[in-house]
């Protein structure tokens, strides 16, 4: 009777044990799904991630390009000359607020040739981009010549001592005489600071406008300083915004500024070369 009993009770235990085991199985085994559905569910996440690094980066190299001063941008088209002269570039430039400003460089033995642009989107230095009108705008040029002394080079600049070249004397306001020309239809009003000769032009037509761009210059002047020459300079200032142009020479180099529509921005620019 004990035997049969204790045999009861083994099968009964071993019945429990196996439904046991049964129910326990299918915890165990779908462990390993679970994981995967977890990396199924991951995956468009890590994608969505992945796209906002690659955004992001763009954004970056955005941001990096926008955040170029005018400082970073005028170094890196020093370093692009790579030439031997040792030149000054201005500490910057007058461009709409918004724009880029970039250039294209030229460099020879003897002489550098910076084209300044400015565009509504950034534009490396020297790209093919630039000589599209509809991408950039020319600012200024700047060319730099070196000659074989400073004699030489002095001979380049059409320097003018008006108060004994004659001429009629007009008031230009700060204590600044100017000497009025006329001749071949063109009226000119010159008048010298320190070193430097400067004139304005404009036709016999139209006096009162070159009277009016010298004042105007010359109260410019009063706030700002041209890069002081060595020997000498000379600036040309249209009232018809053709040919102005703006030299001043520095030992046996001879700076000229031109391709600028506005009289009064070509001073800006040359006083920017003043350190």
């Known amino acids: 009777m004990k035997k049969i009993l204790f045999i009861s009770m083994l099968l009964s235990f071993s019945i429990i044990s196996a439904c046991s085991d049964k129910e326990e199985k299918p915890n165990v085994a779908n462990k390993p799904q679970e994981e995967q559905e977890s990396n199924v569910a991951n995956k468009p996440q890590e994608e969505h991630q992945s796209h906002e690094n690659q955004e992001s980066s763009k954004t970056n ?32 430039l007058p461009i709409i607020e918004g724009t880029f400003l970039s250039a294209i460089t030229k460099a020879e033995a003897n002489q550098v040739e910076i084209l300044f642009f400015e565009s509504k989107k ?22 730099v010549k070196q000659y074989q002394n400073a004699k030489e080079a002095n001979e380049q600049i059409s320097f003018v001592n008006f108060s004994q070249n004659g001429g009629q004397e ?10 009025q020309d006329a001749g071949a239809g063109s009226l000119w009003t010159g008048w010298n600071e320190g070193r430097w000769a400067i004139a304005t032009h404009t036709r016999t037509d139209n006096p009162e406008a070159g009277m009016k761009l010298a004042k105007q210059a010359v109260q410019f002047l009063e706030t700002h300083m041209l890069p002081i020459p060595k020997q000498n300079g000379f600036a040309r200032l249209d009232v018809y915004e053709s040919g102005n142009s703006i030299v001043w020479q520095n030992e046996k180099l001879v700076y000229t ?19």
């Not at 007009?170 to 000497?179: N, W």
């Open 61 to 92: 190299k955005g941001n990096t390009e926008a955040s170029l001063t005018q400082a970073d941008v005028l170094k890196n088209i020093k370093n692009q000359l790579k030439t031997d002269l040792s030149i000054t570039l201005p500490k910057g």
């Open 170 to 179: 007009v008031d230009l306001g700060y204590k600044i005489k100017g000497y």
């Open 257 to 275: 500024l031109d391709s600028i529509k506005e009289p009064l921005k070509a001073l800006e620019i040359a006083t920017a070369f003043y350190h």
């Open 122 to 143: 950034y534009l490396p230095i020297n790209d093919e981009k630039l000589k599209n009108s509809q991408s950039a705008t020319v600012i200024a040029r700047l060319v």
